[in-house]
């Protein structure tokens, strides 16, 4: 399929129908519609396809994959369009030099190792980095994300180098999680912001929730998500 008038019209809809359904959720949660962020997750499709996303008003692209990034990147320069990448994926750090210029937003961060490795790069180019701390709180032994006790000991680590400026925790629901155990999964996540925030009570601010995803974001949005990473949902029509 090629990015065209149809396909920019289709892209068009289903953004304004997915504001539509988050803007529902937080209602229904109680919750102003301007405190859900959403990133648009553009890894299923060509550059040029992610560019109508951004171009429908979806400012917000996230990839987890560092290749793809960088096409996509190069893609909305020639178009002189500046978006504002997240990296929501594993973040290997043979792929970290090349990538940090472009990222607004690292949701991933789950290593010592990375902390590392990124807090060297951010020295030298005297930049602070906005990150998430990806905790898994399933049990799903596949999945990236740090257990929840280590969380505090890479905090610890994290708010003692000042370029990092940690946001808050990442997470994702267990593969094939019912809507309530995804709710669930969500409320511990949002426990162990709420612990970690008091744990390091003056040291940073832990405002950010980055989950749900096109299948549980109205449960990530009941339990206090901030930034919902969106992909099939946006691209209905064109996979
Ligand atoms: C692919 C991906 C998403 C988007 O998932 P959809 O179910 O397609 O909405 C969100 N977060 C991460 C980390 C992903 O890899």
């Not at 892209?11 to 529902?24: G, K, L, P, Y």
């Not at 596949?142 to 946001?167: H, N």
Request: proline share 4%.
């Amino acid at each position: 399929m090629q990015a065209d008038a149809t396909t920019q019209q289709i892209i068009s809809d289903n953004w304004a129908a997915v504001q539509a359904e988050v803007r529902t959720a937080c209602e229904a949660a109680s919750r102003s519609t301007d405190s859900v962020r959403i990133v648009g997750v553009s890894k299923y499709v060509d550059p040029p396809f992610a560019a109508q996303l951004f171009r429908s008003g979806c400012e917000h692209l996230g990839e987890n994959r560092p290749q793809h990034l960088w096409a996509a990147q190069e893609h909305f320069v020639e178009l002189g369009l500046a978006a504002k990448w997240h990296m929501i994926g594993h973040f290997q750090r043979n792929k970290v030099r090349r990538t940090l210029p472009m990222l607004t937003y690292l949701h991933s961060l789950d290593s010592q190792r990375l902390t590392e490795v990124l807090a060297d790069e951010l020295t030298k180019r005297e930049t602070v980095l906005p990150v998430l701390l990806e905790v898994n709180v399933s049990q799903d032994d596949s999945k990236t994300g740090l257990p929840p006790d280590q969380a505090e000991r890479l905090l610890a680590m994290l708010v003692k180098q000042p370029v990092f400026e940690v946001k808050g925790l990442m997470a994702m629901s267990t593969l094939g999680a019912t809507e309530d155990e995804a709710r669930r999964e969500f409320a511990k996540v949002r426990t162990l912001r709420d612990q970690l925030q008091d744990s390091f009570a003056g040291q940073v601010d832990l405002r950010e929730l980055s989950m749900g995803m096109s299948g549980d974001f109205p449960q990530a949005i009941a339990e206090g998500a901030t930034l919902v990473r969106i992909g099939t949902r946006l691209w209905r029509g064109i996979l």
